[in-house]
Nanobody, 124 residues
Framework: QVQLVESGGGLVQAGGSLRLSCAAS????????MGWYRQAPGKQRESVAA???????NYAESVKGRFTISRDNAKNTVYLQMNSLKPEDTAVFYC??????????????????WGQGTQVTVSS
C-alpha cells in the first residue's frame, strides 16, 4: 500500500518562503505525474502545480513565477518551493501522485494517491 506523507507547512509572513515536501512509502514501479493542490476555507480545491514523468511542468496562473515544483525520483518525493508568498496563498496544501503503478496480489494496478494535507498560513 502506498502512502503519501507531507511536510513543510507552517506560518510565514507575506513575502516569505516555504518548501513543501511529499514522500511516498511503498514499492512503486512508475508514476505518471505528481501535483500540488490547495484548498482555502470556503473555496474549492484547486490545482497549483504539476510535473509529469517526462519532467514537463504546469502552474496555476496565480502562482507562476513564484512557485516551483520539482521531484526526486530516487526518493519518490515531490517538492513545492513557494516564494514571495501572499496572504491569498493561505490554504491547506495537498500533494497527489497520479497514475501510480504497483504490483499487488499477482497483478499490476494503477491508481492515484493523496497526501494528508499541510497547512500554509501567510500573514500580512
Amino acid at each position: 500500500q502506498v502512502q503519501l506523507v507531507e511536510s513543510g507547512g507552517g506560518l510565514v509572513q507575506a513575502g516569505g518562503s516555504l518548501r513543501l515536501s511529499c514522500a511516498a512509502s511503498g514499492t512503486i514501479s512508475s508514476i505518471q505525474a505528481m501535483g500540488w493542490y490547495r484548498q482555502a476555507p470556503g473555496k474549492q480545491r484547486e490545482s497549483v502545480a504539476a510535473i509529469t514523468s517526462g519532467g514537463s511542468t504546469n502552474y496555476a496562473e496565480s502562482v507562476k513565477g513564484r512557485f516551483t515544483i520539482s521531484r526526486d525520483n530516487a526518493k519518490n518525493t515531490v517538492y513545492l518551493q513557494m516564494n514571495s508568498l501572499k496572504p491569498e496563498d493561505t490554504a491547506v496544501f495537498y500533494c497527489k501522485f497520479i497514475g501510480v503503478r504497483t504490483f499487488e496480489k499477482f497483478r499490476w494496478v494503477t491508481q492515484d494517491y493523496w497526501g494528508q494535507g499541510t497547512q500554509v498560513t501567510v500573514s500580512s
